[in-house]
């Protein structure tokens, strides 16, 4: 049984950081695309970043790109989300889930798939709540 497991939130002040972490047990991690999804009360989950299979596309969302950084470490079989510079506005429960499929590109660009049938797994979320 595949399971997605996410780790790291918490509360953190304003301007502070914060990293996530990711797994996947009950399949070989590497065969997964990863993402990280947020979602805040009364608003639609949107996409934070993702990142290839063998962590040499990582991509963050444009409203986090100054400020957020995905990595993934396939020896130790997890993802990393480390947020810097954390605004009220980052506050939601975060999610990861994992894709069997590459990430989608362009003719120039990767990006970030945000079809829920793209991602086989979720999981449960871990709640980051920004202070102000």
């Known amino acids: 049984q595949v399971q997605v497991q996410e780790s790291g939130g918490g509360l953190v002040q304003t301007g502070g950081a914060l990293r996530l972490a990711c797994t996947v047990l009950?399949?070989?991690?590497?065969?997964?695309?990863i993402g990280w999804f947020r979602q805040a009360p009364g608003k639609e989950r949107e996409v934070v970043a993702c990142?290839?299979?063998?962590?040499?596309?990582?991509i963050a969302a444009d409203p986090v790109r100054a400020r957020f950084r995905i990595s993934r470490n396939n020896d130790k079989k997890e993802v990393y989300l480390q947020m810097t510079s954390v605004e009220p506005e980052d506050t939601a429960m975060y999610y990861c889930?994992?894709?069997?499929?590459?990430?989608?590109?362009?003719?120039?660009?990767?990006?970030?798939?945000?079809?829920?049938?793209?991602?086989?797994?979720w999981g449960q979320g871990t709640q980051v709540t920004v202070s102000s």
């Open positions: 889930a994992a894709s069997r499929r590459s990430l989608p590109s362009t003719r120039t660009d990767f990006y970030c798939p945000t079809g829920a049938a793209i991602w086989d797994y």
């Open positions: 990142i290839s299979r063998s962590g040499g596309i990582p």
């Open positions: 009950g399949a070989t991690f590497e065969d997964y695309t």
